[in-house]
Structure formats: C-alpha cells, structure tokens
C-alpha cells in the first residue's frame, strides 16, 4: 500500500476553481476506524459552503484539505479480525469532515459507527448519494418533527438532495406532506409521494397551502426570506426546523414571538439509523435519485451545479471504477 493518495484539495477557501488534484499522505487508521477505498464520493450542499469559507471552515485544521462528507467503497482495513465489518466489504457512510479527512480521495478512514454494509438493490453511484442527504431527512423529519398520521408537514427545496429523501420519509410515516420546488421537478416531487406540490416559480407558498403543523426548511431565508414566510402557515405551537446553517440568525425570535417552536439541526453520522434507512431503501419504501456523475477530476463542475440551487437529487464524484 502506498504511503500516498490522490484526492481533490483545496489550498485555500474561494471558488470552485479552488478545487483541484493532488498527491497527499493517505490516512492513518486509529481506535475503532476503518478504512475504506473509496468508490464513489458524494457532493453536499455543506462541502460548497465549506470550500467557499463557510460552513465548516473555520474548523479546517491545515492545508491543503480534503473535503466531501458521505462515500460508497470497499473496505481496507478493519481494528480487529472479528470486526462485524470485513476487507473486502461494500460499506457506505460519511465522516467528520474537516476533523477527518473528506471522501474526496481514493481512501478515507472514518469511525465504525459512521457507516454501515451497502444496500444490497444499490450500486456505488446512488449508495454514495445517501449517507448525509437521507441522515440529514432522518433527524429532521423522523427524530425532530416525529413524523406521524394526519401530521401536515410542508417540506421547501423537495426535489433536492435532503428535500426527496424528506419527502419520502414524511409520507412514509403518514404525513400529509406538501412540497415546494421549481416546475421542472414538480412531477418528480409528486411521484416522492406528495400530496400537494408547489411551482416557488408560480406561486407564493404561503399564499395558497393551508395551515401546517412543521415546516421543514431546506432553504432557509439566504433566499427569498423562505423561512420567515413559513411562520405565516404554521398553527400556533407548530414546528419549524431549519436546516440550512446561517441564514436565519433571527429565526428563534421571530418564531417565539408567533408563539411557534423553532430548532435548527445538524446531522449525526449515525451506522443504525443508516442501517434502517437501508432497509427502507432495499424494500422499495424509499429510492435515491442522481442527476449527475462526475469524474473525481471535475469536482469543481459539480460544486457549481449545486450552487446553481437547481439539482434534482445528488450529484455524485467517480473516484475509483467499480470493483469486479
């Protein structure tokens, strides 16, 4: 095994064009980690924030630094010979990204609890489209609105990368989900599962869906003052749950002053909520759409794509090819 690995680096925060190849040290692993050879890397809102000095980059240790949150790929090594997880195995997951090193690299080590055995009805390209988008579903929809039957629950940005996965989750559990999103995705939002779908482009949200229990925010107010406009639908000790980081620094005033509950949330890399979602997914009760594959050398396209804010799905980096 070589000492070293070609991964996609930034040496400095700015645009995409900071993006780039390079030759650096592969990763050690320590304590319960694992490693893993990384297949497919995926391309998150949160690494574009990050590369352009948002996000987490203030938590950047050192330069030049690997970016990328969730991956699919095979594993290398293990801490120890009776390891529930083998060389050789189809893993997915997502690391700490900036503590650790991104999945933007041929190898990424990451803890055993971050990442569990791949679905078995997925490839790499959507396996490595899960982890962070469908988690990030997860905790806002499941663990922090308790999605459940007859709930009304209105989801923005539902044809994007957390937006499916949160629409499809939502109903799952019984949730009369209404969904935002731009015209081109609307039959795909309905076919997530919603029941009533909202062209953003024709139509002002709050203008014409009804009260609503949660707001599940994937915008916040960096456009369109989104989440301030969520407060007009929801009913009085309704729930709003804002993803985005920094858009809204007033959201729990302005919520409180409406008599409306507010949190933010950042996801967990949780191995036993991505084992369930798994299941899901392997039961046809939940599917993953990708846009875009890009080779590992045009992760500069594809952080453009998604500042564009019109991706259906994920957009996915090509590391490796598949193993045989």
């Known amino acids: ?26 990763p050690i ?22 590369r352009a000095g948002r996000g987490v980059a203030a938590a950047i240790g050192s330069f030049p630094a690997v970016l990328g949150n969730d991956f699919a790929g095979i594993v290398e090594t293990v801490p120890y010979a009776s390891h529930p997880l083998h ?18 690299a041929e190898a990424i080590s990451v803890s055993s609890m971050s990442l569990a055995p791949m679905p078995s009805s997925l490839g790499f390209v959507d396996a490595a489209a899960v982890p962070l988008a469908a988690l990030t579903a997860w905790g806002a929809v499941v663990d922090t609105a308790r999605a459940h039957e007859g709930q009304r629950m209105l989801i923005h940005a539902g044809g994007g990368g957390v937006g499916h996965f949160a629409v499809q989750l939502a109903t799952y559990f019984g949730a009369e989900v209404t969904a935002t999103c731009s015209a081109p995705n609307v039959e795909f939002v309905r076919s997530l599962g919603a029941r009533h779908v909202v062209d953003y482009g024709s139509a002002r949200f709050e ?28 009913r009085r000790r309704g729930l709003i749950v804002s993803v985005p980081t920094g858009s809204w620094p007033t959201m729990a005033e302005e919520a409180s002053a409406r008599g409306i509950r507010a949190t933010g949330y950042s996801v967990s890399p ?36 998604l500042e564009t804010g019109h991706v259906r799905g994920k957009v996915v980096l090509r590391v490796a090819p598949d193993p045989e």
């Open 1 to 26: 095994m070589t000492e070293t690995m070609q991964a996609l680096v930034i040496d400095r925060t700015g645009d995409a064009d900071e993006l780039h190849l390079a030759e650096v040290p592969r």
């Open 29 to 50: 692993r320590v304590s319960d980690e694992v490693l893993v050879r990384v297949v497919v890397a995926g391309v998150n809102p949160i690494d574009v924030k990050t």
């Open 87 to 104: 060389p050789g195995d189809r893993v997915y997951g997502m690391g700490r990204v900036p503590r650790v090193g991104g999945s933007y």
């Open 207 to 234: 203008q014409v869906v009804g009260e609503q229990d949660v707001v599940i925010d994937l915008v916040g107010n960096a456009t369109d003052d989104t989440g301030t406009r969520s407060l007009d639908v929801l």
């Open 270 to 305: 949780d191995a036993r909520t991505l084992a369930v979602i798994t299941r899901l997914i392997d039961d046809g009760s939940v599917r993953v759409h990708v846009e875009r594959e890009l080779p590992l050398a045009e992760g500069a396209e594809a952080h453009r794509l």
